[in-house]
């Protein structure tokens, strides 16, 4: 019988779901409810090819595969059902010469997260896979402890290992609506009843963005058709054969009961159920294409001839979800207070499931990751993500990278342009290339007389290189304008607004107006949950700036940890940002504005408004390159006015490589890569940015 109450409820009974039920249990929340509209696994999980990878770009989302490798090779003993797991190991070949340093990159990186991973010759590739050709190898890896699994079981294996503990699933029972009150979770409805409850996590795979819009929150996923091949028994296949990845000819391989299960990533995706997903759809396929297929056939039969005459059983044809950025979408939705979302997997969900679950039942508990989850976590969205068109484009364009070469700083060029500064039109006549951050368009570089501003990507020396190099001595030795207008920009205002920020802030920012702060913002065991500048514009108002990729995670930090009488906006639409950058830069400002910007009359770590291009700009002395300058906000209407009187005066255009570049050689820190919720300020050498001194409590301070 369903129940009235529960502590948790969560939506879906796909693998991840099922996951983060039993690691709930784990975790002592046996008052947790699993709902699954029809059967367990019959959305996506019971035709998913069941490989499981572990290396990826990020230490912790590597940390988070093997903690599913881990639970996988443990969990059929503690359930007595069988998962199909083994640990047969995984190759990937490389083809070419930038494969190869790809490929001998992966395996530093592998050793560097405590990963085992060894570079193979052809011929020791072929003694481990020997259906293939290896005439075309440069060398190839072999990752150990990568295996294969059987989706439907592992499922079938964690729900019963989450009934063990006291969690209760029902299937055959939809949530028809989630119940929210005062901004917050308070329940859901189902055609049996109401549960009430404090907390939601939905794993609803490819409905999850419908079911989560419904109350108001964003899940940016697609579906999109993915097929696979199963064959007959094939000679020579053993079932310790170990799965492959041949990225250059754009397919995976695995064992399968004496045969073959092979697929591949097109560079031309079919999108799925544009126009909404059919009711009543569970385990079901979709139609086969095997034209759509065809297009792998000739690569495939080349690296493996006994695929031309082997027998096949069936090309499987199932939706998938996928998202704009090829990562899956984890964490505590910004819009809603206890509403948890785990989905958009991306066709690897099977190999991320175990850890998936366990940090998202984490999270949903405590109230916090186990971990920075940062490249998965549901912030790292959007205003520009709301549109399901822009991520559509931008996700079937990521589906079709899947086996690409991930060269370092590339660009995604679907969808765009969106959001445009007013600079967008004089910067591209400059020469500006132009990258993409949330849907704005950003000048990454500037080309000179003769070169194009396009970009041509390296493993070794990149296209952009001289150009960076020069803007990068002109910001050393004179004088530079970086259009910065991107800026994530909040306002704080209210009578309680410093009271509530001093709190907050690690740093001091109880200061007399017109100061200027730079300060991290802490987490309860004192990581870095963000790096921001605030600005203290009067007695009750702060405006604080931090990066352009940040813009809802900072918002939502800050938000939820506000208290008193304050408001907090995001006025990032209405500023412009111009910074100027270099050892001129007083000089060139000067000519342009009748305030004192003498380093006694403004000095660093100051913010006030001033006149320039007879324009109000608010100026904030500060600098992230390293040299002297200015950060000018200002109504983005006066923006152009500005730009062209600074340009009149000899200034240099830079972009934002430029600014990686200098920031580097100060050893300026970068949240996201350099610093996070997993290193404090006294690791990461910022311990002078903080109020230790002063005796004022703030979070984080404690730890």
């Not at 049996?192 to 419904?214: F, N, Y």
């Not at 079919?270 to 086969?288: E, N």
């Not at 939705?333 to 099977?350: D, H, Q, T």
């Not at 990729?549 to 209405?574: E, K, M, P, Q």
Request: charged share 20%; net charge negative.
């Amino acid at each position: 019988m369903l129940p009235t109450t529960a502590r948790a409820v969560i939506i879906g009974g796909g693998i991840i779901g099922c996951s983060v039920a039993y690691h709930m249990g784990k975790l002592g929340w046996t008052d947790t409810v699993l709902l699954e509209r029809h059967k367990l696994t019959s959305g996506t999980t019971f035709h998913a090819a069941g490989l499981v990878g572990q290396l990826r770009t990020s230490a912790n989302i590597t940390q988070l595969l093997g903690y599913s490798v881990d639970l996988y090779k443990r969990l059929e003993a503690e359930t007595g059902l069988q998962t199909g797991w083994k640990m047969n190991g995984g190759l990937r070949l490389a083809c070419n010469a930038e494969r190869w340093i790809e490929v001998r990159r992966q395996a530093t990186t592998a050793h560097s997260f405590g990963l085992e991973m060894h570079l193979l010759t052809p011929q020791e590739a072929q003694d481990m896979w020997p259906l293939m050709t290896i005439d075309d190898l440069v060398g190839a890896a072999f990752l150990p402890t990568d295996g294969q699994a059987n989706p439907s079981d592992i499922t079938q294996s964690l729900a019963k290992g989450a009934r063990m503990a006291g969690v209760r699933i029902f299937e055959d029972t939809p949530v028809v609506r989630i119940i929210v009150e005062d901004g917050r979770i308070r329940g859901v409805e189902t055609p049996s009843g109401v549960i009430e409850c404090e907390k939601v996590i939905c794993c609803a795979g490819q409905w999850t963005r419908v079911l989560a819009g419904s109350v108001g929150v964003n899940v940016p996923l697609v579906s999109v058709e993915h097929q696979y091949m199963i064959t007959e028994k094939i000679p020579g296949v053993t079932a310790d054969l170990p799965t492959l990845r041949d990225p250059d000819r754009l397919t995976y391989w695995k064992e399968d009961v004496g045969g073959l299960v092979w697929g591949g990533y097109e560079p031309n995706p079919k999108p799925w159920a544009v126009g909404g997903i059919p009711k009543g759809f569970h385990f079901d396929l979709l139609t086969s294409d095997y034209d759509h297929f065809g297009q792998f056939m000739e690569n495939a039969i080349a690296r493996v001839p006994a695929l031309e005459h082997a027998g096949v059983k069936q090309l499987l044809n199932g939706p998938e979800s996928f998202t704009p950025d090829g990562n899956f979408i984890l964490g505590e939705a910004p819009e809603l207070r206890n509403f948890f979302v785990g989905a958009g997997f991306n066709a690897f969900g099977i190999a991320s499931a175990g850890g998936a679950g366990m940090a998202l039942a984490e999270w949903a508990a405590t109230g916090a990751a186990p971990y920075d989850l940062w490249p998965v976590d549901i912030r790292r969205f959007g205003q520009v993500h709301r549109s399901t068109d822009w991520v559509r484009a931008r996700t079937l364009e990521a589906y079709g990278k899947h086996y690409t070469i991930a060269f370092p700083s590339e660009e995604m060029q679907s969808a765009r342009p969106t959001r445009r500064s007013p600079l967008y039109g004089h910067l591209k006549a400059a020469g500006a290339c132009f990258g993409e951050k949330l849907g704005w368009e950003r000048p990454n570089w500037f080309a000179g007389p003769g070169e194009q501003p396009v970009d041509r990507y390296s493993y070794l020396r990149p296209g952009w290189f001289d150009a960076v190099a020069r803007e990068h001595r002109a910001a050393r030795e004179g004088c530079v304008v970086i259009d910065q207008t991107s800026f994530a920009k909040f306002r704080l205002k209210g009578p309680d607004a410093c009271a509530a920020l001093s709190w907050i802030a690690a740093g001091r920012v109880d200061r007399p107006a017109g100061t200027l702060t730079y300060t991290q913002l802490l987490n309860a065991k004192g990581g870095i949950e963000a790096d921001v500048t605030v600005a203290r514009l009067g007695i009750d108002e702060f405006y604080i700036t931090t990066g352009t990729g940040f813009a809802t995670h900072d918002f939502d930090w800050i938000a939820r940890n506000l208290t008193g009488d304050c408001v907090l906006t995001d006025v990032t639409s209405s500023h412009a940002v111009l910074s100027l950058m270099g050892p001129r830069a007083r000089e060139v400002l000067t000519q342009l504005s009748p305030d004192d910007l003498t380093n006694g009359g403004f000095p660093f770590g100051s913010a006030r408004w001033i006149s320039v291009a007879k324009c109000p700009v608010l100026a904030l002395r500060v600098t992230y390159v390293g040299e002297l300058g200015w950060e000018l906000h200002m109504p983005v209407e006066v923006a152009v006015t500005v730009y062209e009187a600074l340009m009149g005066l000899g200034v240099s255009n830079a972009g934002y490589r430029a600014i990686e570049t200098l920031r580097l050689e100060k050893g300026y820190r970068a949240w996201g890569s350099d610093i996070g919720p997993d290193h404090t300020p006294v690791e990461a050498g910022l311990l002078w940015a903080c109020k230790m001194k002063s005796g004022q409590p703030f979070l984080g301070r404690a730890a």
